[in-house]
Each structure stands twice: as C-alpha cells, then as structure tokens.
C-alpha cells in the first residue's frame, strides 16, 4: 500500500514504546491468554484465521478455554471450535453468584438459589444451542522451557534458535496449518482493569497445509492478569484494523462508550493518535445461542488519519458461545471509506466483550 498519510499531510502522533514479548507464564498470574487473528493465503483463497488459548486460575480453581475459527473470504466454507472446561463453568459460576450479592444483597435465599439454578440450566444446555461448542476435560496444557501452550490441536511453541514461534492451528476436514511466526523484537503493551495486554500486529507466517505451502500475516495478543484481574472477559469493544502490508490500527473504548483510543502500527511500530476515534452501532444482530444483541455494523471516524470508514460482516454469526455470562463477539468486517482524500479498503477483527458476572434476573 501507498503512503496516503504522507500525500502532502502531517501527521500528529506520540511514539510510543515496545516491551519485549512475554510468551512464558507469569508468575501469580490469575488469568492468561496466547492468541493470534490474521489472514492466510491458500490456492482456493484467503481463509481469515482466528486461534485462542486462555488459562484462569481462582479461588483454588482451574478453568481454561480453546478456540479455532476459520472463515473463508469469498465462500460459504467455516470451521470453529470452542471448547471449555468443567473448572471455567465452575469460575463462571463464582462469578454470577458474586454479582448477585453485590448488586442485590437483601434477595431472599431461596429466590437467589433458584437464580442460580436456572442460570446453571442455561449453561447446561449451551453445547445443544451453539455451533462448535463443547466441555472439554483437558483444557489448556503448558511447558515453561522452553515455552510451550497447546490444547485441542492448537498449538504455540517459541523457538529461541530462530526468534519465532511455531503454530499449528486445526482447521477442519482433517486439515491443520502448520507453520512458523517471525516474532518481533517489542510489542505494544497496555494496561486494563488489573491486567496487561501486548499486541503485535502482522507478523509474517510461513506454513503448510496438507503439504502445500501458505503465506499470510497475523496478529500476536499475549494478555496476563494479577490478583485483581477481572475473572473473566473484560468489557470493552476493540478493533484490529488492517489497512495495507505496513499499515494497522488498534482502536480500544470501554464498554458503553462511543470514543477510544487510536494506536497507529507504521511497519510495526506504534504511535498515539491523540484524538482518538468514533464508532457508532449501524446494524445489530441477536444470538440465538445466547440472547445477546451485538452490534455488527459500524461507522468509523478516525479524526487524525482524516479516516472515515463503515465496517459491515460477511456473516452476523460470529459469537464465541462462553458460559452464561461471558460470550465474545469476535467477527471479522469488511473495511471501505476514504483515508485522506482516497478511496480505500481493507478488513479489521471486531471483539466485543461484556461485563462479566451480569446474570439474569
């Protein structure tokens, strides 16, 4: 892609600094999460692919999550898995009850245990409802050296010889990619409710499937929470926007707001963009699995790249089906609008979380 930010335009930006990845557990840590979204290129066409590994660790218990989605760019063709453990159910579980003590601490006891009784009924019955969901006994297995994380075929090693990361990723009717990941040498780090979050966007993958060689880039997302990291998803909609080969936005907001921050990736390095930017809902889609309404449209605005965008699905059915009250809306979009005076196109990966712990009443 062209540099259209430099056609006769200054950009005001603030550098901001990298820190070197961490792929390892980190010690005390609560929760832990290795993921990675992207597009990889086949003979057929572009597959959007979209892996996630996530460790919680509360109270005494275990839970962990697996997630694979592929999704074709120009056919009907879709693989996903999302598969949970007994021990997640149970954290879930934990937190709803403490939701409903704090916001209704005088409920009778009697009605608060028919609550849960029911809101457990609900999560029974999820696997029946959702497409690719299911218990999984095993969950997520690690190896601190050298670094390790896998489960359900998904699986990120770090080679320290080569600086990179070997991946394999199931993809359904038998396929899986395999392949490696250049890993870079800083990746943006940022704080949230008790937590960190790293990010590094396009890195270049070379693999295979079914012994034929593939190319693509993807993002690299490492999150890690302490004693006070919210048990579960953290609420909040981001957006992961690929404009070209070089060029990539991170724009992040808290739940119920309309504004955010902008982080532009120029070859990899990240800048702030200091007026932020703005996305308001343009269409609306309701989960059959779950009830939830997301948001599935947007009109974007990003003020300082004089962008204004409407990102539009290929396909609304893009819910990670999480027990009760944790599901995710992480979809891919179709990117078109105008960036400084000229027409462009390009895709971002949506994802959009919920408090946690918000039962029914």
Known sequence: MDDPLMDGQELEAIPLETTRLQLGPVPGAVREGWGVHGVISLASGDLHVAAALVRLTRRGVDGSMILTDVL??????????????????????????????????????????????????????????????????????????????????????????????????????????????????????????????????????????????????LWFDRVWGGRDAAPG???????????????????????????????????????????????????????????????????LSVPDLELTARLTTQTPDQEIALPGTWPVWHGVTVLEGDLSGHPMAGHARVTQRGTPGRARR
């Not at 808290?254 to 990240?270: I, K, N, R, S, W």
């Open 233 to 299: 998803p953290i609420g909040g909609e981001r957006f992961a926007v690929t404009l070209g080969a070089t060029w990539h936005l991170l724009l992040t907001r808290a739940e119920g707001e309309t504004e955010g921050q902008a982080v532009l990736f120029e070859a990899g390095e990240p800048v702030d963009l200091p007026s932020g930017f703005r996305a308001e809902a343009a269409e609306s889609w309701t989960s059959p699995a779950t009830g939830r309404r997301y948001p599935v449209g947007w009109t």
């Open 72 to 217: 074709s760019a120009t056919t009907d063709e879709r693989f996903r898995q999302v598969l949970f453990t007994p021990g997640l159910v149970s954290l879930e579980a934990q937190a709803v009850e403490e939701d409903i003590d704090a916001r209704l601490p005088g409920w009778v006891p009697g009605l608060k245990r028919m609550a849960l009784k029911r809101h457990a009924r609900d999560v029974d019955g999820l696997p029946a409802r959702a497409q690719g969901v299911a218990i999984d006994q095993t969950g997520v297995r690690l190896a601190a050296a050298p670094f390790a994380v896998s489960g359900a075929g998904v699986l990120f090693a770090h080679d320290h010889g080569r600086h990179a990361m070997r991946i394999t990723l199931p993809m359904g009717a038998g396929r899986a990619l395999e392949g490696e990941l250049a890993l870079p040498e800083g990746a943006l780090s940022t704080t949230m409710q008790g937590g960190t979050a790293q990010t590094a966007p396009a890195l270049t993958l070379a693999g295979k499937v079914i012994g034929r060689a593939v190319g693509g880039q």
